[in-house]
């Protein structure tokens, strides 16, 4: 079926450091990717989107990329904050119907 | 900024019994959802509706559950009989586009099955 994996299951880095959090996914033919943040205790958060026709997408502080070649996405937090502390999604629209498939998420943990 | 809210934020219910996660989706959205996420694990998505009607439903979502959206703002998720492996976090999303747009979520109903 279809999936979506990420390469780390935490992740430490110091604030004020850049941080990258890798995703990978099955299906070619996905054309709309989505990261969401989980806070302890909430519901995931929207972060930043991408489509298939697009390699790079920028938000505040945040910046997703998109390798169809290889079928890899990545996010990238400038600057990360103790904030940014959370688990981190990365989400593939199965289909028009708008079905997510989450991975596992990676937990990023930010030392001050 | 608008967003989803879920009723209640925690349910503890006896094994066999009925229980009614409700939730109100962001007001001018059209395509509601509901997933859950076991205790360590990853969100599964159960079912997505639009229209009145369910548009797509995951293997979870047999025939004990069922969803409504009895007025013009709420959207309900119904379990008629309970098992212990129900037990997990209950989330409830809202898109104004389907596939199209992203997806908002609610905090989440904690249901707990004794």
């Known amino acids: 079926g279809e999936s979506v994996g990420l390469h780390l299951p935490t992740l430490s880095v110091q604030e004020g450091d850049n941080s990258i959090i890798n995703c990978a996914y099955s299906?070619?033919?996905?054309?709309?990717f989505i990261w969401y943040k989980q806070e302890s205790g909430k519901g995931p958060q929207f972060i930043i989107d991408?489509?298939?026709?697009?390699d790079k997408r920028q938000g505040q502080r945040v910046t997703v990329l998109l390798n169809k070649t290889v079928k890899h996405l990545s996010l990238q937090i400038a600057a990360t904050q103790p904030g940014d502390s959370a688990v981190y999604f990365c989400?593939?629209?199965?289909?028009?119907?708008?079905?997510?498939?989450f991975g596992q998420g990676t937990e990023l943990s930010v030392k001050p | 900024e608008p967003e989803v809210t879920q009723t209640p934020s925690h349910q503890v219910t006896q094994m066999g019994q009925e229980v009614i996660l409700r939730c109100v989706p962001i007001s001018n959205h059209l395509y509601f959802y509901w997933y859950r996420q076991i205790l360590g694990q990853k969100v599964e998505f159960l079912v997505s509706?639009?229209?009145?009607?369910?548009?797509?439903k995951s293997e979870i979502f047999d025939d004990q559950f069922s969803v409504e959206r009895p007025d013009g703002s709420n959207f309900t998720l119904k379990i008629r009989s309970t098992k212990l492996e129900d037990s997990a976090m209950y989330f409830c999303?809202?898109?104004?586009?389907?596939?199209?747009?992203?997806?908002?979520f609610g905090d989440g109903t904690r249901l707990s099955i004794l």
């Open positions: 299906n070619s033919a996905s054309d709309y």
């Open positions: 991408i489509r298939s026709n697009m």
């Open positions: 989400v593939m629209i199965y289909n028009q119907g708008g079905k997510l498939i």
């Open positions: 999303a809202s898109s104004g586009g389907g596939g199209r747009q992203p997806q908002h």
């Open positions: 509706f639009y229209n009145n009607e369910i548009s797509e």
